[in-house]
Nanobody, 124 residues
Framework: QVQLVESGGGLVQAGGSLRLSCAASGGSVSNYHMGWFRQAPGKEREFVGA????????DYADSVQGRFTISKDNAKNTVYLQMNNLKPEDTAVYYCAARPRVRVFVTTALYDYWGQGTQVTVSS
């Protein structure tokens, strides 16, 4: 089964940018739909965005549309979440997740494999 490790989180001022990485091992990202989720203190985990296994299309939550971009590098077996114009409400632990390509692409938390998360804090 695939293992996922997120990195790239940190503290940034509002309006700044961060790029999160999700490195996969034990499986190829080309065989999975890859999603990004986040969870703020006291809140439920929420969908941020996802990219289909083919890399042909992406979906985003309304709250991040136009500010966040998901991409992947099959050669590096890594998925990225570029976050621009960050806002304090983007503060959360960000998780990478994988769902086998044979399953329907979803924008809910119905992903099979999860990373441990990386903290993103946006100061005002």
């Amino acid at each position: 089964q695939v293992q996922l490790v997120e990195s790239g989180g940190g503290l940034v001022q509002a309006g700044g940018s961060l790029r999160l990485s999700c490195a996969a091992s034990g499986g190829s990202v080309s065989n999975y739909h890859m999603g990004w989720f986040r969870q703020a203190p006291g809140k439920e985990r929420e969908f941020v965005g996802a990219i289909r296994w083919s890399g042909g299309s992406t979906d985003y939550a309304d709250s991040v549309q136009g500010r966040f971009t998901i991409s992947k590098d099959n050669a590096k077996n890594t998925v990225y979440l570029q976050m621009n114009n960050l806002k304090p409400e983007d503060t959360a632990v960000y998780y990478c997740a994988a769902r086998p390509r044979v399953r329907v692409f979803v924008t809910t938390a119905l992903y099979d494999y999860w990373g441990q998360g990386t903290q993103v804090t946006v100061s005002s």
